[in-house]
């Protein structure tokens, strides 16, 4: 018979499984990832510089810069939020090197990755608290008196965007309704990238409910369903972008967004688009395809056609 420290209490693949006697255990992670270094990237002339965000809780994030040639010119501020379930994911890694790098080299604009703190070691709404705290952070460089040099001197305030895939473009929904209806001062977010976004579904969501304690995991949950959230209506944006995969299981999560937001009373723009015949995160799994290479210019072309 299991002794007690491998018995199961929980078991949530692919991401991780809980032990009687407390210990997580995650499972490989489905994409083959390396921590990649900051620095100069030579092809490209982008930089990349590691900041603490928040000493006491160890919020991060990565910043990412094109080469500049024009110290005076302000670019477009792209804020970043991974998806991986909330409890998975780096902006430190090979991908998200790799799709930064990409985005930045077309859209020419400056990009904050955060690293915010993964459940369920840190239980949600830790993750989302984090992620609004970094958009705060953001905003004490609008004065160009920040910590961070190159956002003082080279981000444009007056066009930030939002960005996240799967549980990160939740996070990113999350964060601009919160920014809307707080009315965070200095900034102003131009737009919302919703790519392969994670909601809540029909059923509640056990994995969910075990990494935010203070969840129902069902849909009376605002952060699970933007539907029942009051403040839906206050997104503080002018226009979002939502992408689903035509053989995503969260496809239809994301076309149930997309509806709610076209009825909220909102007063932006919505629009939509679907890849066909791929799955969920696909331009991850594959960056070099040609369906992901479209993709990106649906991205970089809702990010430069403001």
Known sequence: MASATNELTHDFPPFFKVFKDGRIERYPFPISNHHVSIGLDPNTGIQSKDVVISPETGLSARIFIPKINDPDQKLPLLIHYHGGGFCAGSPFDTTAQKYFTS???QANMIVVAVDYRLAPEHPLPIAYDDSLAALQWIATHCNNQGPEPWLNEHADFGRVFLAGESAG???????????????LVGLKIVGVLIVHPFFGGKECDEMYKFMCPTSSGCNDDPKLNPAVDPDLSRLGCAKVLVCVAEKDWLKDRGVAYYETLGKSGWGGSVEFFETKGEDHCFHFMNADSENSKVLLKKLVDFIIGE
Do not use: E
Not at 170 to 181: D, E, F, K, L, M
């Open 103 to 105: 985005l930045i080299s």
């Open 169 to 183: 473009a939740n996070i990113s929904h999350y964060v601009a309704v919160r920014a809307g209806a707080t009315g």
